[in-house]
């Protein structure tokens, strides 16, 4: 498809499991970005990449949370030892940077991942 | 991590009014910034965007404004319907560079709802 792809769509996992998280994004977007999102809350920035650049892993609220992208396309976001706080929507996006003179653009998300941790 | 709201504001208009969302950025250095709408249980998708050289731009219907004095966005939507009814989110970019993105940031939101 077109869009950006998240998955799966729905997870439910135990306490204490490891759990992954895909991101494939937009052909030939070169940004990627990851947000956490809980229920009736807003979009809590977790890490993103831009190219070959190092990530900027700032949002990352513990050292459970890691995430990697392969040959600049998709991306997983890993969550190990699952606590029932990581229980949240999980929003993938990403960006085409049009250039020097076309500037920034806007990012497109996917649908989400919903992570429930019991 | 980035701060979020607890409670998100709302906001109620009826249908045929023209709404105003509010948003506070945090960042002087921020040089881009859109606004989304989030319907539920779908991620958020692009209205439009404004970068900091300007201070107003317009589409159907929305209109952003920009004050960088006070660091403050607006959202206008004219002539609001039902199927405006969402979370709407500010987010801004904090420059990387010339060359390159930056990291983008969203704000609290707001709950618009539109009465028919």
């Known amino acids: 498809g077109a869009g950006v792809s998240q998955s799966p769509s729905n997870k439910v996992t135990e306490k204490g499991k490891d759990v992954e998280l895909r991101c494939d994004p937009i052909?030939?977007?070169?940004?990627l970005y990851w947000y956490r999102q809980s229920l009736g809350q807003g979009l809590e920035f977790l890490i993103y990449?831009?190219?070959?650049?190092?990530?900027?892993k700032s949002g990352l609220p513990s050292d459970r949370f890691s995430a990697e992208r392969t040959g600049g396309s998709v991306s997983t976001l890993t969550i190990q030892r699952t606590q029932q706080e990581d229980s949240a929507v999980y929003l993938c996006?990403?960006?085409?940077?049009?250039?020097?003179?076309?500037?920034?653009?806007?990012?497109?998300f996917g649908q989400g991942t919903r992570l429930t941790v019991v | 991590g980035e701060s979020v709201g607890l409670h998100l504001p709302t906001l109620s208009v009826q249908e045929g009014d023209n709404s105003i969302i509010n948003c506070a950025y945090s960042n002087s250095a921020s040089d881009y910034f859109i606004w989304y709408k989030q319907e539920s249980g779908k991620g958020p998708q692009f209205i439009i965007d404004i970068r900091s050289n300007m201070d107003k731009r317009q589409g159907q219907r929305v209109t952003v404004l920009l004050n960088k004095t006070v660091k403050h966005l607006s959202l206008q939507i004219a002539a609001t319907q039902p199927g405006d009814s969402a979370v709407y989110f500010c987010?801004?970019?904090?420059?990387?560079?010339?060359?390159?993105?930056?990291?983008?940031?969203f704000g609290q939101g707001t709950i618009l709802t539109v009465h028919p």
């Open positions: 052909s030939g977007h070169t940004a």
């Open positions: 990449f831009q190219g070959n650049s190092a990530p900027d």
């Open positions: 996006a990403s960006r085409f940077y049009a250039g020097t003179q076309g500037g920034n653009t806007e990012a497109f």
């Open positions: 987010a801004e970019n904090i420059g990387a560079g010339g060359t390159s993105y930056g990291k983008l940031t």
